[in-house]
C-alpha cells in the first residue's frame, strides 16, 4: 500500500485481519505491518525470539520494532496475535477475512487490536509529512501477547536495552474503552498472582475413614477461608484486590478410595497496597493460621506472578491524553486500572505507560468488530495525540 493509502485505517486493518495470526503464528501479520511503515519511511528491525523446533509457549515468535525520526520517542505498542476464531459456523463472516457490513467491520482482531494498529499507522502516515519533526515515533508490535508472552514484548525490550535504545511514553492500544470509544484511559493495572494451593492426606478406604486422612477437608475450609477474607479496601486509582479460587481436582476418579492429596488453583488480582512478597507473605501466615490445630498436615503453596501492579500518575502526559480524546469525542474520560493485565506489565519498567484503544465489547467474542466511526475517530485521536506530544515535550 502506497502512503495515500495508508492514511486510511481501513486498508490495514482488512489486511491485519486477514492474516490468521492466531498466537504464536505470525501469518503475514508483522511482515504486513513491516511492509507498511517502510512505505512511511520508518526503519524496521524484526525481533524474532523462541525456537523454531518448539510448539507452545516455547514457540518462536516474530516481533517488530520500527521507528522514524529523531529526540523523545513516542512508542505505539500493540500485538498483531490473536485469541482462536472458535467454532466457524458461529461466525457471520469468516473470522480472517475482513468484511464491512452495516458499518462496521468484522473480523478475529477487528478490537483487540488489529484495528487500534492501523489507526496509529494512518495517524502516522497523516502526521508525517517533509517537515522534521522535533522527536520519533515508533511501535513496538509483538506476535505473543495473547499466549504467555515470553517471547514478545519482554524479549523486544531486552533487545532495545542491548542497542541503547530509549522509548520516553508509551501508549499500548488495548481496546480500553467498555462501550463508547473515549470514555476511559487506562493508567495502571492490578496486578496478577496464580497460586496453587496442595493438601497431603493419607489414602484409604471410604469405609474406613479413621485409617485415612481425607486431604479435601482441610482443603474446603482452606478454600472457604481464603475465599473470604478482604485483602484491602482499595485506594484512590485501584478497586480492592480479589482473591478467585478457578478450580478443585484430587485425580481421582474412584468412588470408594479417599485421595492421597488435593489441591486448588486460585488467582489474585491486587492493587498496589500489594508487592508479590508481601502479598504471599500474607496468604501464607492466613494458611499456617488456620492449620495451626491441625495434626500435622502437610501443604504446600506454589505461586507464579504473570505480573505486578502500577501505575502511571496523572501529569503531562496523562492529561495530553485526555485532552486529545476529549477534543474528538467531547467525553471526558475516566481514568482507570480496572481489567485484566497487558504488555504495558513490561512497558512499564522503562517508561510512563497508559492504554487507549477501541470499544472493546467483542474482543475475544464470535463476530469481533470495530465500528467504521469507531476506526475513523481512534485514528483522528492518535494523530492529534501526535500534533500534542511535540507541543508538550520537545
Known amino acids: 500500500m502506497k502512503k495515500k493509502d495508508l492514511c486510511d485505517p481501513l486498508n490495514l486493518a482488512k489486511a491485519l485481519i ?44 516474530y516481533n517488530l520494532y520500527a521507528k522514524k525520526g529523531k529526540g523523545k520517542n513516542l512508542c505505539f505498542a500493540g500485538h498483531t496475535d490473536v485469541v482462536p476464531a472458535g467454532p466457524l459456523k458461529e461466525w457471520d463472516f469468516p473470522p480472517f477475512e475482513a468484511k464491512t457490513s452495516e458499518g462496521k467491520l468484522f473480523g478475529r482482531g477487528a478490537a483487540d487490536m488489529k484495528g487500534a494498529i492501523a489507526a496509529f499507522v494512518a495517524a502516522s502516515a497523516r502526521f508525517f509529512n ?17 499466549g504467555h508472552a515470553l517471547h514478545g514484548t519482554k524479549a523486544v525490550l531486552s533487545e532495545l536495552k542491548k542497542l541503547g535504545e530509549v522509548i ?62 478482604q485483602l484491602d479496601k482499595g485506594n484512590k486509582y485501584f478497586q480492592p484486590s480479589n482473591l478467585e479460587f478457578v478450580s478443585i481436582d484430587t485425580g481421582n476418579n474412584i468412588s470408594n478410595v479417599i485421595p492421597h492429596n488435593a489441591s486448588a488453583n486460585f488467582n489474585i488480582r491486587f492493587n498496589n497496597l500489594y508487592s508479590e512478597k508481601t502479598l504471599i507473605d ?28 502500577f501505575l502511571t ?15 474528538v469525542t467531547s467525553l471526558k474520560p ?48 492518535y494523530e492529534n495525540i501526535l500534533h500534542r506530544y511535540g507541543k508538550v515535550f520537545s
Open 334 to 381: 475516566e481514568l482507570s486500572t480496572s481489567g485484566g493485565t497487558s504488555d504495558a506489565r513490561f512497558i512499564k519498567d522503562i517508561c510512563p505507560v497508559i492504554e487507549f484503544g477501541s470499544v472493546g465489547k467483542t474482543m475475544h467474542q464470535t463476530n469481533e468488530c470495530i465500528s467504521l466511526d469507531d476506526l475513523e475517530q481512534l485514528t483522528e485521536i
Open 130 to 146: 517533509d517537515e522534521d519533526k522535533n522527536f520519533s515515533v515508533s511501535f513496538l508490535i509483538t506476535g505473543d501477547e495473547e
Open 168 to 229: 520516553n511514553h508509551c501508549i499500548v492500544g488495548e481496546p480500553t474503552n467498555p462501550a463508547r470509544l473515549g470514555e476511559m484511559i487506562k493508567i495502571g493495572r492490578r496486578g496478577s498472582l496464580h497460586g496453587k494451593l496442595i493438601v497431603e492426606g493419607r489414602q484409604g478406604h471410604v469405609a474406613y475413614p479413621y485409617l485415612a486422612v481425607n486431604p479435601l477437608t482441610y482443603l474446603a475450609n482452606l478454600v472457604s477461608v481464603l475465599s473470604n477474607i
Open 18 to 61: 486477514n492474516c490468521p495470526s492466531e498466537t504464536p503464528k505470525e501469518a503475514g501479520a508483522i511482515l504486513a505491518l513491516k511492509k507498511a511503515l517502510s512505505e512511511l519511511g520508518f526503519v524496521c528491525r524484526i525481533i524474532s525470539s523462541g525456537d523454531a523446533n518448539a510448539k507452545g509457549k516455547e514457540a518462536l515468535v
Open 313 to 327: 500518575p496523572p501529569g503531562k502526559f496523562v492529561d495530553l491524553i485526555k485532552e486529545a480524546v476529549n477534543e
Open 282 to 309: 500474607k496468604i501464607r501466615k492466613i494458611l499456617k493460621t488456620d492449620l495451626s490445630k491441625s495434626d500435622g498436615i502437610k501443604w504446600t503453596l506454589e505461586t507464579e506472578l504473570s505480573g505486578e501492579p
